[in-house]
Nanobody
Framework: VQLQASGGGLVQAGKSLRLSCAAS????????IGWFRQAPGKEREFVAG????????LYADSVKGRFTIFRDNAKNTVDLQMNSLKPEDTAGYYC?????????????????WGQGTQVTVSS
């Protein structure tokens, strides 16, 4: 399976971006999906996750109330709506498919990782 993240870009603080994660090669409708990010010189960190049916979501405290994760299993996509962006949100963003039907904040729980998309937030 291949996962491809898209939708990144350069935006001003306070603006919004919507990232999309698309799968090819197989469906991941039975897998939890997570978004992670990694800034230069920093460790990869969990951002948000969603269970296979979308009924359960997880968010890092740093993005709670600003980011929302959605999934459309018919389209095999998972989106991350990012509002009120801050300079500290600047990072490469990666989507990943979990080994199980629920998401997790632990990167080791994810079996498939996509290519990232860069998000840069200017102050």
């Amino acid at each position: 399976v291949q996962l491809q993240a898209s939708g990144g870009g350069l935006v001003q603080a306070g603006k919004s971006l919507r990232l999309s994660c698309a799968a090819s090669g197989r469906t991941f409708s039975n897998n939890g999906i997570g978004w992670f990010r990694q800034a230069p010189g920093k460790e990869r960190e969990f951002v948000a996750g969603i269970s296979w049916r979308g009924e359960s979501t997880l968010y890092a405290d740093s993005v709670k109330g600003r980011f929302t994760i959605f999934r459309d299993n018919a389209k095999n996509t998972v989106d991350l709506q990012m509002n009120s962006l801050k300079p500290e949100d600047t990072a490469g963003y990666y989507c990943a498919a979990a080994r199980r039907s629920y998401s997790s904040s632990i990167s080791a729980d994810y079996a498939y990782w996509g290519q990232g998309t860069q998000v840069t937030v200017s102050s």
